[in-house]
């Protein structure tokens, strides 16, 4: 393998800048409320960079800690300062590795002392973020308190006003009621007063009637006189002429007898005139008649006018003048008397009706009263609608005014809010470029969720996080027998996390791969742990999709965009599998899931694969199949071929136990025609098998071949860690297929992050805590600084493993 200094990349033409115009970034610092210049390092000893896990470097001197601690509290950058920082290349002879060491050391204790300054930056925002959500979740208690009591106080309201409203219609009823039996009885009124306006009008007719009735009996009379006078005349003349006609004086002495009976009607009759006079308020009611009878009545007047100016010539026209009027007489008589009966009933009516109308008026006299009251109390009742309008639009406001204290206070958590993940993006970055400086492998740790069969109803917890502020997303706690075992790594995802949430945290590594870096992610853990499940997924549920289709669909969106920019992308996949410390091409079109692998060995040996390495630190597996992809759906097919070529058996630990190492590796070359720029990158996704123990496991037969092989591999890749961790002149990548296959990105200039897959079960601690302690010895563990590669022009088809 070639040495770190040969293999680093040449400076690209993009960065060069002429020496005058890079002014150090140390003359930017501030210091306190001035600006001074950092003073410049002395010391030659290199000085790799703490962990930015608070990981305490041992090989630091005693010189650079003090000074680091002096500078910390004091020093302060702007995010230009960081940028510029961040993108400061280092400069001298290309054989100077003594200054290069020297300006190395004199940038990585900057790169500390900004890593620092950014720690206390987050805690003081983590503050600032506490204060806030305290401050906004007692507005939204007091907002909350307001809603309740403005809701208490609506309702009161809108009880009081329903009652008003209830009353108020009550009220409104009875006063239509009222006003409907006022108006009938002003109706009624009405039309008594009509009735006895026309009966007034027919009682002044009849009275003038009767008056010229009676001017008329009164002539009537004075002729009666005259015609006495005369019959007196005609008596002389009669007893003169008695000697001449005996005849003549029987008849006059009847005629005398009727001439009385004629003065005894006409007494009855003035008799009956008399009455009459009294009871004239009886023909009221009768006009009609009335008038009918007047008129007969003078009819029969002038009759009995005529009847008299006859009987002044003959007297036996008196006679029939006088039967007549006596009929007359009778008729008028039977009339009267029906008048005065049909008058005494209508003064009864008229008495009856003055009683209700007097009534009626004293009702409308209480109904005015009740009218008045209630009058009032309306306008009572709407002045108290009016103040309970007043009021609610106080509370109104009231609540308006605190909604608005709490949207500022959002306003200002969520500044916050971005100003910490700005910071929290940053710090990122910066831990990245350390972690890329220190060649150190990162570690993500992820714990599956607990499943049913695990006794997910028992209380032992063996998992826990730290809650404080440098362990915060970092920090993991495993509990066995009482005893608590704190691990920090790069990243911890809960059993909460989804597919997408660890997707996250990757994609940026994914990238490098399309920037010409080699990459390469792996699962590590015990079998039954969520490995297989991380990395694949079930491709079939979208939100289930494991990290490397989603990676795969990232890195052909990606290159689609940047063909705006002039870049075609060529992309080679190849998927293997080391199973039972044999290489096996999971792409051949004769391998089959449904077929038995241990007939396939004895009846086919295929080919012979063998893994060889070249001078840049590249890695190839002979005669193994290269497929050329050019979109997702190819890639989708091969993986699912793939799975199904994949070993799988079961054990008493997993119903579906991955039996070997899967290794997905696409290999990606890129040109820009404008800047005829060429990039080679590698991806590769490793599945390894789960670490299992025999006791548990209970494996027999092929299993058992398979267990021992699986924990061959497994120890070798451990002793391969501690090699590295001690930095021994010698490091055992032969001792098995899987450790030689990962050379490159264990020992060479690859971006490496392995995934440590933790199981919760309370029976698998003991495994889990070997897991995570081998996890920290591989975040430990420096492998070089990554290499950015770019050639003229792709030399070999072979695909590479990095």
């Given at each position: 393998?070639?040495?770190?200094?040969?293999?680093?990349?040449?400076?690209?033409p993009?960065f060069?800048?002429?020496?005058?115009?890079?002014?150090p970034?140390?003359?930017?610092?501030?210091?306190g409320t001035?600006?001074?210049?950092?003073?410049?390092?002395?010391?030659?000893?290199?000085?790799?960079?703490?962990?930015?896990?608070?990981r305490?470097?041992?090989?630091?001197?005693g010189?650079?800690?003090?000074?680091?601690?002096?500078e910390?509290?004091?020093?302060?950058?702007?995010k230009?300062?960081?940028?510029?920082?961040?993108?400061?290349?280092?400069k001298?002879?290309?054989?100077?590795?003594?200054g290069?060491?020297?300006?190395?050391?004199?940038?990585?204790?900057?790169?500390?002392?900004?890593?620092?300054?950014?720690?206390?930056?987050?805690?003081?925002?983590?503050?600032?973020?506490?204060?806030?959500?305290?401050?906004?979740?007692?507005?939204?208690?007091?907002?909350?308190?307001?809603?309740?009591?403005?809701?208490?106080?609506?309702?009161?309201f809108?009880?009081?006003?329903?009652?008003?409203?209830?009353?108020?219609?009550?009220l409104?009823?009875?006063?239509a009621?009222?006003?409907?039996?006022?108006?009938?009885?002003i109706?009624?009124?009405r039309?008594?007063?009509?009735?006895?306006?026309?009966?007034?009008?027919?009682?002044?007719?009849?009275?003038?009637?009767?008056?010229?009735?009676?001017?008329?009996?009164?002539?009537?009379?004075?002729?009666?006189?005259?015609?006495?006078?005369?019959?007196?005349?005609?008596?002389?003349?009669?007893?003169?002429?008695?000697?001449?006609?005996?005849?003549?004086?029987?008849?006059?002495?009847?005629?005398?007898?009727?001439?009385?009976?004629?003065?005894?009607?006409?007494?009855?009759?003035?008799?009956n005139?008399?009455?009459?006079r009294?009871?004239?308020?009886?023909?009221?009611?009768?006009?009609?008649?009335?008038?009918?009878?007047?008129?007969?009545?003078?009819?029969?007047?002038?009759?009995?006018?005529?009847?008299?100016a006859?009987?002044?010539?003959?007297?036996q026209?008196?006679?029939?003048?006088?039967?007549?009027?006596?009929?007359?007489?009778q008729?008028?008589?039977?009339?009267?008397?029906?008048?005065?009966?049909?008058?005494?009933?209508?003064?009864?009516?008229?008495?009856?009706?003055?009683?209700k109308?007097n009534?009626?008026?004293?009702?409308?006299?209480?109904q005015?009263?009740?009218l008045?009251?209630?009058?009032?109390?309306l306008?009572?009742?709407?002045?108290k609608?009016?103040?309970?309008?007043?009021?609610?639009?106080?509370?109104?406001?009231?609540?308006?005014?605190?909604?608005?204290?709490?949207?500022?206070?959002?306003d200002?958590?969520?500044?916050?809010?971005?100003?910490?993940?700005?910071?929290?993006?940053?710090?990122?970055?910066?831990?990245?470029?350390?972690?890329?400086?220190?060649?150190?492998i990162?570690?993500?740790?992820?714990?599956?969720?607990?499943?049913?069969?695990?006794?997910?109803?028992?209380?032992?917890?063996?998992?826990?996080?730290?809650?404080?502020?440098?362990?915060?997303?970092?920090?993991?706690?495993?509990?066995?027998?009482?005893?608590?075992?704190?691990?920090?790594?790069?990243?911890?995802?809960?059993h909460?996390?989804s597919?997408?949430?660890?997707?996250?945290?990757?994609?940026?590594?994914?990238?490098?791969?399309?920037?010409g870096?080699?990459?390469?992610?792996?699962?590590?853990?015990?079998?039954?742990?969520?490995?297989?499940?991380?990395?694949?997924?079930r491709?079939?549920?979208?939100?289930?999709?494991?990290?490397?289709?989603?990676?795969?669909?990232?890195?052909?969106?990606?290159?689609?965009?940047?063909?705006?920019?002039?870049?075609?992308?060529?992309?080679?996949?190849?998927?293997?599998?080391?199973?039972n410390?044999?290489?096996?091409?999971?792409?051949?079109i004769?391998?089959?899931?449904?077929?038995d692998?241990?007939?396939?060995?004895?009846?086919?040996p295929?080919?012979q694969?063998?893994?060889?390495h070249?001078?840049?630190?590249?890695?190839?597996?002979s005669?193994?199949?290269?497929?050329?992809?050019?979109?997702?759906?190819?890639?989708?097919?091969?993986?699912?071929?793939?799975?199904?070529?994949?070993?799988?058996?079961?054990?008493?630990?997993?119903?579906?136990?991955?039996?070997?190492h899967?290794?997905?590796?696409?290999?990606?070359?890129?040109?820009n025609?404008?800047?005829?720029?060429?990039?080679?990158?590698?991806?590769?996704?490793i599945?390894?098998?789960?670490?299992?123990?025999?006791?548990?496991?209970?494996?027999?037969?092929?299993?058992?071949?398979?267990?021992?092989?699986i924990?061959?591999?497994?120890?070798?890749?451990?002793?391969?860690?501690?090699?590295?961790?001690?930095?021994?002149?010698?490091v055992p990548?032969?001792?098995?297929k899987?450790?030689?296959?990962?050379?490159?990105?264990?020992?060479?200039?690859?971006?490496?992050?392995?995934?440590?897959?933790?199981?919760?079960?309370?029976?698998?601690?003991?495994?889990?805590?070997?897991?995570?302690?081998?996890?920290?010895?591989?975040?430990?563990?420096?492998i070089?600084?990554?290499?950015?590669?770019?050639?003229?022009?792709?030399?070999?088809?072979?695909?590479?493993?990095?």
């Amino acid at each position: 393998m070639a040495s770190r200094n040969q293999n680093r990349p040449p400076r690209s033409p993009l960065f060069k800048k002429d020496s005058a115009d890079e002014a150090p970034l140390d003359k930017r610092r501030k210091i306190g409320t001035g600006r001074v210049v950092v003073p410049a390092r002395t010391g030659r000893v290199r000085q790799p960079f703490a962990a930015a896990n608070n990981r305490q470097d041992a090989v630091a001197t005693g010189d650079m800690a003090g000074t680091e601690s002096s500078e910390c509290g004091s020093v302060e950058f702007t995010k230009e300062e960081v940028e510029a920082l961040l993108n400061e290349k280092t400069k001298g002879k290309k054989f100077d590795t003594k200054g290069k060491m020297e300006q190395m050391n004199d940038y990585i204790k900057r790169l500390r002392l900004c890593i620092k300054w950014f720690q206390e930056l987050e805690k003081s925002f983590l503050l600032e973020e506490e204060k806030l959500r305290n401050s906004l979740e007692s507005a939204e208690r007091k907002c909350t308190e307001t809603e309740v009591q403005m809701k208490n106080k609506e309702e009161e309201f809108n009880a009081t006003i329903v009652e008003l409203r209830e009353q108020n219609a009550s009220l409104q009823e009875k006063f239509a009621k009222e006003e409907s039996d006022k108006l009938d009885a002003i109706e009624c009124h009405r039309r008594e007063s009509e009735a006895r306006v026309v009966a007034e009008k027919l009682q002044a007719s009849v009275s003038a009637e009767l008056e010229k009735t009676q001017q008329e009996k009164q002539s009537a009379m004075q002729r009666v006189t005259t015609l006495n006078d005369m019959y007196k005349r005609l008596q002389e003349y009669n007893t003169s002429l008695q000697q001449y006609n005996s005849k003549l004086q029987t008849e006059l002495a009847t005629a005398n007898d009727s001439l009385k009976r004629v003065e005894k009607e006409k007494l009855a009759i003035v008799e009956n005139l008399t009455t009459l006079r009294g009871h004239y308020n009886s023909l009221q009611d009768q006009l009609t008649s009335s008038r009918a009878s007047q008129d007969e009545a003078v009819k029969q007047k002038e009759a009995l006018v005529n009847d008299v100016a006859c009987l002044r010539g003959e007297l036996q026209q008196v006679r029939d003048d006088r039967d007549r009027q006596l009929i007359q007489v009778q008729m008028l008589t039977t009339e009267a008397l029906k008048y005065k009966e049909s008058t005494g009933k209508s003064f009864a009516e008229l008495d009856i009706l003055t009683i209700k109308s007097n009534a009626l008026e004293e009702t409308c006299s209480s109904q005015r009263e009740q009218l008045h009251i209630l009058q009032h109390q309306l306008a009572a009742a709407n002045e108290k609608l009016k103040m309970t309008d007043l009021s609610a639009s106080e509370t109104r406001a009231e609540f308006e005014e605190q909604k608005r204290i709490v949207r500022e206070l959002q306003d200002r958590l969520a500044d916050a809010e971005l100003q910490i993940s700005e910071g929290e993006k940053l710090r990122k970055k910066l831990h990245n470029t350390i972690l890329e400086l220190k060649g150190n492998i990162r570690v993500f740790c992820r714990v599956r969720p607990l499943l049913r069969d695990d006794g997910a109803g028992t209380e032992t917890t063996v998992i826990s996080y730290p809650t404080s502020t440098e362990a915060l997303g970092r920090g993991i706690d495993l509990i066995q027998r009482g005893q608590k075992y704190p691990f920090t790594f790069d990243k911890v995802f809960t059993h909460e996390a989804s597919q997408q949430d660890v997707f996250i945290e990757i994609s940026q590594l994914v990238q490098s791969a399309l920037d010409g870096y080699k990459v390469c992610i792996f699962a590590y853990g015990q079998t039954g742990s969520g490995k297989t499940y991380t990395m694949m997924g079930r491709p079939e549920a979208p939100e289930q999709k494991g990290l490397i289709p989603r990676s795969l669909e990232q890195i052909f969106q990606i290159s689609q965009s940047l063909s705006a920019q002039g870049w075609k992308y060529k992309m080679q996949a190849s998927m293997l599998e080391i199973y039972n410390e044999t290489i096996r091409d999971l792409l051949t079109i004769n391998r089959s899931s449904g077929l038995d692998m241990t007939r396939i060995e004895n009846a086919a040996p295929g080919k012979q694969y063998s893994i060889k390495h070249d001078a840049n630190g590249n890695t190839y597996v002979s005669d193994l199949t290269i497929v050329d992809v050019c979109s997702i759906k190819e890639i989708s097919s091969l993986l699912h071929q793939a799975a199904q070529s994949r070993s799988v058996g079961k054990t008493q630990m997993n119903e579906q136990s991955s039996r070997s190492h899967f290794v997905f590796t696409l290999r990606i070359s890129g040109v820009n025609e404008s800047t005829e720029q060429q990039v080679q990158g590698v991806l590769n996704l490793i599945d390894l098998a789960g670490s299992e123990r025999l006791s548990k496991s209970e494996s027999t037969g092929d299993r058992l071949k398979e267990t021992q092989a699986i924990n061959k591999s497994l120890s070798s890749l451990s002793d391969v860690i501690f090699a590295l961790a001690k930095k021994d002149d010698h490091v055992p990548f032969r001792n098995s297929k899987l450790t030689y296959l990962l050379q490159p990105c264990l020992g060479g200039d690859s971006k490496t992050l392995m995934f440590v897959n933790i199981s919760p079960e309370p029976s698998s601690v003991g495994e889990s805590l070997c897991s995570l302690r081998f996890a920290a010895r591989v975040n430990a563990c420096e492998i070089g600084i990554p290499r950015r590669q770019m050639t003229a022009r792709p030399s070999d088809s072979r695909l590479s493993y990095g």
